[in-house]
């Protein structure tokens, strides 16, 4: 698994990011970003392209260090972006110290995502947001019996990803207060593809 976990998977996750399906979302999510940003999960660096002149500093997090190491070449429009090989159970930042938190496609695969949540709040300024798009739990009963059907393969071949986390319900009971959130699937299969887009205060 050595060889898989840190040439190939690292590969194989920047290329299913880059799926031009996720560049809406990316756009969307990230263009609200402001003021100092803490970026859970940059992964390859995918979202840098799209952060907007409203980002005075982009703290870039990834435990990774294959995948940091891809994301130090992407270009970020001139803006300052410091990479920050940490986990995000274990935020290395002072406390209400970032404007916001952004997360894509990222809290499917953290083990510690109740303790992670919790750390996101902490650093956030209490006018600050949370800025998320996301997979999860369906609605659906028989997308739901597929998705907990598919998890523990899924997990294993996928870097850690869970098909049927309650992506919604996880940022509540962490203490955030929702102030906006779409749901929906996004055109793909249905146990992968159900997305929670939105925002939240600390």
């Not at 294993?156 to 940022?171: A, D, E, K, Q």
Request: hydrophobic share 40%; proline share 7%; net charge positive.
């Amino acid at each position: 698994m050595g060889i898989y976990r840190d040439v190939i998977l690292p590969k194989l996750c920047d290329l299913s990011m880059r799926s031009e399906r996720l560049h809406l979302y990316r756009a969307r999510v990230i263009g609200a970003a402001e003021g100092r940003v803490l970026e859970i999960g940059c992964g390859s660096g995918l979202n840098l392209p799209f952060y907007r002149k409203a980002v005075g500093e982009i703290l870039a997090l990834e435990p990774d260090p294959n995948l940091l190491a891809m994301a130090r070449h992407v270009p970020a429009a001139g803006m300052r972006v410091n990479f920050i090989e940490a986990s995000a159970e274990a935020i290395p930042l002072d406390d209400r110290s970032v404007d916001t938190v952004v997360t894509t496609w990222t809290l499917c695969t953290i083990p510690g995502s109740a303790a992670a949540l919790s750390e996101m709040r902490r650093v956030l300024k209490p006018q600050g947001r949370l800025l998320f798009v996301e997979h999860g739990l369906s609605p659906d009963r028989s997308v739901r019996w597929w998705q907990d059907s598919l998890t523990p393969v899924w997990r294993r071949i996928s870097g850690g990803c869970h098909l049927n986390r309650p992506i919604r319900s996880m940022i509540e009971v962490a203490g955030f207060r929702i102030d906006r959130i779409e749901t929906g699937y996004m055109r793909g299969p249905k146990p992968m593809t159900y997305m929670y887009e939105g925002s939240a205060r600390p």
